[in-house]
Structures are given as C-alpha cells and as structure tokens.
C-alpha cells in the first residue's frame, strides 16, 4: 500500500539545518508522515514572480486533516501551529535574491514585497492548493496571525464543507485549470485575502500606477 503523506517540507540542500532532527522532532507523532525534501538550488525559471518556489516551503497535505488529526485530536493541531510560527520566524531571515534577464518583460516588480524566503502550501478538502505569501514589509504578529487564520479556515473546511468559508472564497476559480491559488495578507485589514494570478497581476498593476501617481504628486507639490 502507498504511504500516505501528510506534511512534506521543503529546504535547499545548503540548509539542511532548517530540517534537521532537532527542528522536525517537534512535529513527529505516531500514524504521521513527515517528508523532508533537500532540493538543489533553483537555477533561471520564467514565471511569475509570486509562482517561483520560496528557498523553504512546508505543504500541509488533506490526509493531515483527513486522516491523521481526526485520530490525534486537537493537541496536535496546536503543535503544528506552533512549529509553523516558529518555522516561518527562522525563515523570515533568510535573504533570497532574485535575478531578473535585463531584456526581459517580466523585469523585478518594484511593489513586490512578498517573500523569497519562506512559504506554507495547504491542501483544501476539494484538492486546491493555498500558497500563503508572506509580506516582508509586514511584522513577524501579522505572519503568525496569517498562520493562525489559515489552520482555522482549514479546519472549518473540513468540518463544514462545502459549506465553509474557504470553499465559498475559492469557488470564483472552480473553473480554473489551475488547482493553486493564493493567499496574500492584506496590509490594512491584516486578513488573508485569495488571489488567482490574473488577479495578483492586476493587483501589481494597481500598486505600479499609484506609485506613479504618488511620485508625480510629490514632484508636483
């Protein structure tokens, strides 16, 4: 029979000691799989920006909360929740540089403050992946209170679906070939709002001309 994976972090293999024995025992329960994946460092990828995989990235996979939590009970829940904090703290110091082809169309976006770092992908009941983006103009409170929202909308998704609040969000892209959307936290409210990749490029389009505006403004002034 296949084994089951229900959480799977990833870490380059030059940091292999955001992975190591002492971080992961924390997590470790009877019936759980852990999967720790080194991977070699990222060579040029042409995609989007927020699509690049971040150097570290823990994917919560749905037989964690299918399978697993409904027999380890609440008490694990909380580890995770914790061990997440602490995981995108350590990540969070990570500098990761992005290096963009001077020809290219896809040039660094100015008002991109998400991110390289570190990420969290989690696997809704219906099968879609939630990638969260962590703004690094936002403090480490409002990372954890991303983490915090994210458990409890995950654990309403699979007490209540289809009848939950993710799957209510997330239906606008049912009829998107792609099964990931993502999570950006919303720099006034501080909730997290759910984006497709048309919407986080309109959305970079928006912050670009009001930075233009501004700049003009101030020069005008």
């Known amino acids: 029979m296949e084994k089951i994976n229900h959480i799977i972090v990833e870490v380059p293999d030059k940091m292999s000691d955001f992975a190591s024995e002492d971080v992961m025992s924390e997590l470790k329960?009877?019936?759980?799989n852990i999967i720790v994946q080194r991977k070699p460092q990222q060579g040029a990828m042409a995609t989007l920006e927020w699509a690049i995989p971040t150097a570290l990235v823990v994917y919560i996979c749905k037989p964690y909360f299918e399978g697993f939590l409904s027999e380890a009970g609440k008490d694990h829940y909380n580890i995770l929740r914790n061990w997440l904090k602490r995981f995108i703290k350590s990540g969070r110091s990570i500098r990761v540089h992005?290096?963009?082809?001077?020809?290219?169309?896809?040039?660094?976006?100015?008002?991109?403050?998400?991110?390289?770092?570190?990420?969290v992908l989690l696997q809704t009941k219906s099968g879609k992946v939630i990638k969260v983006l962590f703004d690094e103009e936002l403090t480490v409170e409002d990372w954890d209170d991303a983490i915090d929202q994210l458990l409890d909308f995950a654990i309403?998704?699979?007490?209540?679906?289809?009848?939950?609040?993710?799957?209510?969000?997330?239906?606008?892209?049912?009829?998107?070939?792609?099964?990931?959307?993502y999570a950006v936290i919303d720099k006034k409210e501080k909730n997290l709002v759910f984006y497709g990749d048309r919407d986080l490029i309109a959305l970079q389009m928006k912050g670009r001309r009001n930075e233009t505006l501004d700049k003009r403004n101030l020069g005008n002034s």
Do not use: H, I, M
Not at 98 to 119: G, I, L, M, R, W
Not at 168 to 175: A, F, I, P, T, V
């Open 29 to 32: 329960s009877d019936g759980l």
């Open 98 to 119: 992005t290096f963009y082809a001077s020809e290219s169309s896809n040039k660094k976006p100015d008002n991109n403050t998400q991110s390289k770092s570190v990420s």
């Open 156 to 181: 309403d998704n699979q007490n209540n679906f289809p009848n939950d609040y993710l799957t209510k969000q997330l239906e606008r892209y049912d009829s998107d070939n792609r099964l990931q959307v």
